[in-house]
């Protein structure tokens, strides 16, 4: 009776896919997953939380204020710049061995790296050492693009703004200040250094930068950047390229260098030291604060013990969500066997 | 074969139907894409994104995206037009045998003699017959000459473009001459070729003025209430877009003034703005920056979404009918999350809930019941006996067939009425006995009385044939006391060829038992039992009667009964007095029960569809009784319903009263009935009659006017606030179909006059549950699912820019990569959200059969409204927070573990935007519920490709390449090996996602997400599809005290087959009121409703205006092959 597919011409393929019959996993919240995952969550969390806590907490870190806002402060004298070539001494000891590698950090704050004006005030194409740009750097560059008519090398906010300020580390030993060998060497990102910038391939460099001018804050040309290392010099100069790679907060600390030479390759031993610092960098004008630090790392970086304990805490969380949850459920009892 | 026209109208007034040429393509096309106020808006951010003072973002984070869309959109319109291209006004194509006619043309000549073509035009009103058309001899002689075709010069003056399919009215002027044009020399866009070598046309209309395309015309742009929603939501985002600007601007004042004029050293001012100018500036900035918030992807999303979820409806093999080969077919594609959210449904009756197939089911003869219901083990009687058995109908009782050959006289006359009674025609056709009914019922009493032996064969105006258990027998017709619906009854008078004269009666049982003969009473009792029986069935039926006159007293009759009838004054009055007094005495043969055939499982469907909480209305412009017997067969109308109310007025006060009657006496178990809606429509009443109607359980209106049935379709629009869908077949639905959010139309019953103008097309009532508990249930989850995920991912993404705001000066710095702002709607979340929008399902099909109360939610706009949207818009700023403080927190004043850089600006954007992708990744595993391979690949997939693209984007390559694109070099190196970096998307990740598990965890109860919940749980637990669902034999009722008369005739066919006019006739058109029905009628057709067929060859009656057009139609009883 039922004449079929003779004339079905229009009858849809059967395939999963146009059926809507794919297999699937079809997971559910229900509380046999929920609550033991939370329990579970937790207790890791507050594993990872303890072990990151203990972590942070066994950095050493060493820091201080040299801003000179207040008169009490050695550096007071050279805040309001009057003096071109300011330098001031900071005295302090440590108690017990920071264990090294100990690096030097110099940090700023209230210093917006992260405005976008500033940040697009770059040339990447000259840093990169493209020539053409030395004559023309990039509009955003402005103002610090020419200074009448003849073109900055390096161009821009950032790099006219390079931090300055130079220090000198020395460890008193029966009143003989012995100066502590600093490493500048490979405080950049690898990247950065052989990469994203390179100097013109002219040698010797100087005659690249033919025709242009240095940014105006600047005292030296960027090509005689390091006078005790040749190397050194030029947009890969390791203290460029760490100011460059801006901070992406207002408050920031920059790897200034690493203490690892010598007799201090286990790290600063407890003592005395004076730190003399070539005061240049302008703060005042935006009630800055310029401070250094010395710390040593662990496997987690830095000093943070923010990680170790909202892991702590996020776990213990979690813990105490599951009870509650196992409350509710045992009071409400779910439709499971509905 | 194409040959442009150059001189045709002239060439400057030649109508173009492609949108575009080749070369206004482009600029057209942009040109009309950038008046959409959605990409206009995405030009504007372009433009200030191009001021170097404003930019703070890249161009191409806004460009390719708004490439993609163009392209994506320009080429579906460049598809849309290309099928029109080749074709143009004026133009002479060569057309072959079963080509498709693809533009309205004039027939200028053919392969055929004397230019007759032949075309099928089952496509434009669902005839499957030949019909000819020809072309005018002149144009005939071009012949194929292509010479003479290309250097015809005439000019076609004619109507407008229009929907009339019937009609065509123009003049061809050529040479001197000018020649009318017809109908009958066009051939419509939509008709196949057939039977015809090969045939030249000009075209007259094509594109969109083609009468087939007029006729698909929307009259009204059909929108979502998500749609609507959705742009109420835009405005309002927009609005907290140039809010959030605004906060920012004068934080950037604030900042400029406190910090920024003392930042001077460092970062000096260009030409010295003073903040407020900043301030300005960076309002524009961050309307940039913020612009993701109401992203361009959006729009082009849901339309694929559903693009996709309308393909799953032509796709469904479940709503394909194999018996006409029709599968379903979404018309609309924009139209889809609404199918989930009906809450009434208007529904025709004949055709979309019946079959129009009636069917003699059972009878009482003489006190005895005869009659089974096909229960699949029975075996059908056999006929053979009878060499003129129709061999479709089918009968389950042999006890009848028994009475029948052992002579029971009562069940002899019993058929004998029903051979005798009727205004049927017969017609023989090679060799087969066919009939011509007027109404499906006669045709179904008639082909009854022909398979048990008394057989129908011709008449004449004064007489009847017929063949008595075999034998030749001629009765001689002396007169047809014909039917109205006021006597509800037929008689016919005849003398048997023995020489008695006799009056058979049959009508509604009421009225017959009015005027039996006192010695029936007993078998009255027993009869009406029966009745009720019957009633309870929902079958319809009919008494019938008889009497046996007194020669003497016929003649005398029959001389007034002629003098009434040629009287001027009063006519039908005194024929009916006349008639009421021979129908009198009779004596009760028995009853006949007629089932008007449902479409297969529209009572399962109906029950399911309330059981969704949708109500259903029945608006028909049938009887009421039928209308009321439908309405119980297909348990709309339950017994229990014990309150009937009719209203029926016939004055608007009357009507006003009975409204105020009902409101007065409400009863929740009430079931509705209006009669001829016109005045329960008046303005002034309608919200009393929407209420009346709300009130109660189900609601049929009866004799309502295809603009009646429109009309409340759009009150209930207007008041309620609800989704309303209307689903039909013939052409008296259109409007309403038109008129509801949603129109369905049933193919393949009547012509596609509905289905053209529906919204989504089937071929079964059944199929309808099939479209909104599971199709519309899934379209609207998966559109709110995805709106809600949609907003949340991109509120969380634009947010943290918020944040990140106040301590960046307010300076428009993003927080991430530009790279990453471009591609992150593009490629890093599209994918997966668009998965899980056309794959996720919270259960199956078969659940979701088991369990319609999940389509309450929708109805309730429960899973996208403004709450939800608000509780999208706080979790995403919970998780910006998340996403902005935890990283700062994490990387602030900390280095690498070599004790070099980690929280310079690139390595903070890197992780920033890692935790995000990880965060709203997650949260869409959560959303998700329906995880296939694909949903997995893309979700995975997506993370791997934004690691790959990370990574090569800030490679050494691609930054030796363009060094200014790609400034991030090596920050992915340089912070992605970090553990802290990945400690701090895990804790980002987990606290993004704990508060949402245990907001749901601990709600799942009180919401309405618990049922689903519910559901879901039970199908995961139990891993097994639910048993196969009942088939829900219809729930009998052993009796009903109501009647279950019902009889589909009209007046007029009595005068009809007693006057010497032959039956074949052209159609007259129908009586005003009718829109134009599309179907061209040459000589009698007898199919479809609305054929439009006046018995007396005037217009109706006026007096009375019938909605059924009378027609005369061929019914047949056709046995329901098993299932």
């Known amino acids: 009776m039922v004449k079929e597919e003779e004339d079905s011409s229009n009858r849809p393929d059967n395939t999963a896919f146009t059926q809507q019959r794919l297999p699937a996993w079809q997971p559910i919240l229900s509380a046999g997953i929920v609550i033991p995952g939370f329990v579970l969550i937790g207790l890791a969390f507050i594993g990872i939380g303890v072990g990151l806590f203990l972590t942070s907490r066994d950095i050493q870190v060493l820091e201080m204020d040299y801003t000179g806002a207040d008169g009490s402060s050695p550096c007071s004298v050279c805040y309001n710049l009057a003096d071109k070539n300011c330098v001031c001494t900071m005295s302090f000891s440590i108690d017990s061995l920071i264990k090294g590698p100990v690096f030097f950090y110099y940090g700023l704050t209230n210093y917006f790296q992260n405005q976008r004006r500033y940040g697009v005030s770059r040339d990447d194409k000259q840093l990169y050492g493209d020539t053409s740009n030395f004559a023309s750097p990039n509009s955003e560059c402005a103002p610090y693009q020419y200074i009448s008519n003849v073109p900055i090398v390096p161009c821009g906010s950032v790099a006219n703004s390079m931090f300055n300020d130079t220090f000198e580390l020395f460890k008193n030993v029966n009143g003989q200040s012995l100066p502590v060998p600093l490493d500048g060497k490979g405080i950049a990102w690898w990247t950065d250094y052989n990469v994203k910038f390179q100097n013109p391939n002219v040698t010797p460099l100087i005659n690249a930068f033919n025709g242009t001018v240095r940014p105006p804050f600047w005292s030296k040309n960027v090509y005689e950047l390091d006078t005790t290392d040749a190397s050194n010099n030029g947009f890969i100069n390791q203290d460029f390229l760490v100011w460059m790679r801006r901070a992406a907060l207002p408050d920031f600390r920059k790897l200034y260098r690493r203490i690892t030479d010598g007799d201090y390759s286990a790290g600063l031993p407890a003592g005395n030291y004076s730190l003399k610092i070539h005061y240049n960098y302008p703060v005042n004008g935006f009630g800055g604060k310029k401070k250094v630090v010395f710390s040593n790392v662990s496997w987690m970086g830095g000093k943070n013990e923010f990680l170790g304990i909202a892991y702590l805490v996020i776990g213990s969380l979690c813990v105490v969500m599951s009870v509650v949850m196992l409350i509710v459920y045992a009071k409400f009892k779910f439709p499971e066997d509905n | ?1123």
Not at chain 2, 114 to 141: F, H, S
Not at chain 2, 802 to 812: P, Q, R
Not at chain 2, 979 to 988: E, N, Q, R
Not at chain 2, 1003 to 1009: A, I, V
């Open chain 2, 1 to 1123: 074969a194409s040959h442009k026209k150059p001189d045709f109208r002239g060439a400057t007034n030649a109508i173009k139907t492609s949108k575009y040429n080749f070369f206004t393509f482009l600029p057209l096309n942009l040109f009309e894409q950038f008046q959409r106020i959605a990409n206009a808006y995405f030009l504007v951010l372009l433009v200030l994104q191009v001021i170097p003072q404003i930019s703070s973002l890249s161009w191409f984070t806004t460009v390719v995206p708004l490439i993609l869309v163009l392209t994506v959109t320009a080429a579906k319109d460049a598809t849309d037009d290309i099928r029109w291209m080749d074709v143009q006004v004026g133009d002479i194509i060569k057309l072959e045998n079963n080509q498709f006619v693809t533009a309205d043309l004039l027939l200028l000549s053919s392969s055929e003699p004397l230019n007759l073509v032949y075309i099928e035009t089952a496509e434009l009103d669902g005839e499957t017959n030949l019909k000819v058309r020809q072309a005018l001899p002149v144009t005939g002689e071009l012949g194929d000459d292509i010479e003479n075709l290309a250097n015809f010069n005439g000019e076609v003056r004619c109507e407008p473009p229009n929907n009339r399919l019937d009609r065509f009215t123009g003049t061809l002027s050529y040479g001197a001459q000018k020649y009318p044009l017809d109908n009958e020399k066009i051939l419509l866009r939509g008709c196949t070729l057939r039977n015809t070598g090969w045939c030249f046309g000009l075209v007259l209309f094509a594109g969109q003025e083609t009468k087939l395309m007029q006729n698909c015309g929307k009259s009204t742009f059909k929108r979502t209430s998500v749609d609507r929603l959705m742009n109420v939501l835009v405005l309002c985002i927009f609005g907290f877009l140039v809010f959030m600007c605004t906060i920012l601007a004068v934080g950037n004042y604030i900042w400029e003034i406190n910090k920024g004029s003392n930042f001077t050293v460092f970062l000096p001012r260009e030409n010295d703005n003073s903040a407020g100018f900043s301030a300005f500036l960076t309002f524009w900035s961050y309307i940039i920056i913020l612009n993701t918030v109401v992203p361009i992807s959006l729009y082009v999303s849901v339309e694929i979404i559903r693009l996709g979820n309308s393909f799953y409806i032509d796709w469904d093999r479940k709503m394909y009918y194999s018996r006409s080969d029709t599968p379903a077919e979404a018309r609309t594609t924009t139209l889809n999350e609404e199918l989930g959210q009906i809450k009434y449904i208007f529904s025709d009756k004949t055709g979309t809930l019946t079959q129009n197939i009636m069917i003699f089911n059972k009878c009482s003869i003489n006190g005895k019941s005869y009659g089974l219901k096909y229960t699949g083990q029975k075996d059908a009687v056999d006929f053979s006996f009878n060499p003129l058995a129709d061999p479709r109908f089918v009968f389950y009782d042999h006890s009848l067939v028994e009475a029948v050959k052992l002579e029971n006289p009562e069940v002899h006359a019993f058929f004998r009425l029903l051979a005798l009674c009727h205004t049927v025609m017969a017609e023989e056709k090679k060799g087969e006995l066919l009939y011509q009914a007027q109404s499906p019922d006669e045709g179904a009493l008639v082909t009854a009385a022909r398979n048990f032996g008394f057989v129908f064969r011709s008449r004449t105006p004064d007489s009847i044939s017929i063949v008595e258990m075999g034998k030749q027998q001629s009765y001689q017709l002396l007169a047809i006391l014909d039917f109205n619906n006021v006597r509800k009854r037929m008689s016919v008078i005849v003398r048997s060829p023995e020489g008695k004269l006799c009056l058979y009666c049959k009508g509604a049982d009421t009225i017959v038992y009015e005027r039996l003969h006192q010695s029936c009473s007993k078998m009255m009792d027993v009869t009406t039992e029966h009745l009720n029986e019957f009633a309870g069935e929902g079958l319809r039926t009919l008494a019938l009667a008889y009497r046996e006159l007194d020669e003497d007293y016929f003649i005398q009759w029959k001389q007034r009964h002629h003098e009434a009838s040629i009287s001027l004054e009063d006519k039908d009055g005194k024929l009916d007095e006349l008639y009421e007094e021979i129908e009198k005495d009779l004596l009760l043969l028995g009853a006949t029960a007629i089932e008007d055939k449902l479409q297969d499982g529209v009572p399962h469907t109906i029950e399911q569809l309330s059981r969704a909480d949708i109500k259903i209305w029945v608006l028909t412009g049938d009887k009421q009784e039928t209308a009321e017997n439908i309405g119980y067969s297909c348990n709309l109308l339950r017994e229990e319903m014990n309150e009937v109310f009719i209203i029926s007025g016939n004055s608007s006060e009357d009507v006003r009263e009975e409204l105020r009657m009902f409101l007065g006496q409400f009863c929740p178990t009430t079931s509705c009935f209006f009669h001829r809606q016109a005045f329960a429509l008046e303005r002034s009443m309608e919200l009393d009659f929407l209420r009346t109607a709300c009130l109660c359980k189900s609601v049929i209106c009866c004799r309502v006017t295809p603009l009646q049935k429109a009309q409340v379709v759009e009150l209930v629009k207007k008041y309620k606030q609800v989704v309303t869908l209307a689903i039909g077949d013939g052409a008296n639905d259109v409007s309403m179909i038109k008129a509801a959010h949603i129109g369905v139309g049933i193919s393949g019953q009547e012509g596609m006059q509905a289905v053209l103008s529906s919204d989504y097309s089937f071929a079964q009532f059944r199929f309808l549950q099939r479209l909104l508990l599971v199709h519309g249930r899934w379209s609207y989850l998966r559109m709110c699912k995805f709106l809600r995920y949609f907003f949340y991912k991109n509120f969380t993404f634009t947010f943290v820019h918020f944040w990140f705001a106040f301590f960046c000066g307010f300076s428009a710095q993003t927080v991430y990569d530009e790279w990453f702002i471009t591609l992150y709607n593009l490629m890093y979340t599209a994918l997966p959200v668009l998965g899980m929008s056309l794959f996720d399902q919270d259960v199956n099909d078969v659940w979701s059969f088991q369990h319609p109360e999940l389509y309450v939610p929708g109805q309730r706009n429960l899973y996208f409204s403004r709450k939800a949207f608000f509780k999208c818009a706080i979790h995403s700023c919970y998780s910006s927070l998340v996403l902005f403080f935890i990283p700062y927190a994490a990387l602030s004043d900390t280095v690498r573990d070599d004790g070099s850089d980690v929280a310079d600006y690139q390595s903070f954007a890197l992780l920033t935007q890692t935790c995000l992708l990880f965060a709203v990744s997650i949260q869409l595993g959560l959303e998700m519920s329906y995880w296939t391979a694909v949903n997995t690949f893309f979700v995975l997939g997506s993370l791997v490709m934004y690691f790959a693209v990370t990574f090569t984007m800030y490679s050494n390559g691609m930054f030796l390449f363009l060094p200014s694109a790609f400034p991030f070099i090596g920050t992915a190196r340089n912070s992605l090996n970090q553990p802290s970096v990945w400690l701090t998307i895990l804790l980002t990740s987990i606290l993004c996602v704990l508060p949402v598990v245990t907001y749901r965890f601990l709600t799942l109860k009180s919401l309405f997400f618990s049922l689903n919940f519910q559901v879901m749980f039970k199908v995961r637990q139990a891993k097994v599809t639910p048993p196969p669902p009942p088939r829900r034999a219809r729930i009998r009722r052993t009796s009903s005290r109501r009647s279950g008369y019902a009889f589909s005739h009209a007046q007029g066919y009595g005068d009809l087959v007693t006057s010497n006019r032959f039956l074949r006739r052209p159609a007259v058109s129908l009586a005003s009121g009718f829109p134009p029905v599309g179907r061209t009628t040459t000589g009698f057709s007898p199919m479809g409703r609305s054929a439009g067929y006046s018995p007396t060859g005037r217009p109706q009656n006026s007096k009375v205006p019938d909605v059924e057009g009378t027609s005369l139609q061929m019914f047949r009883t056709i046995a329901d092959p098993p299932l």
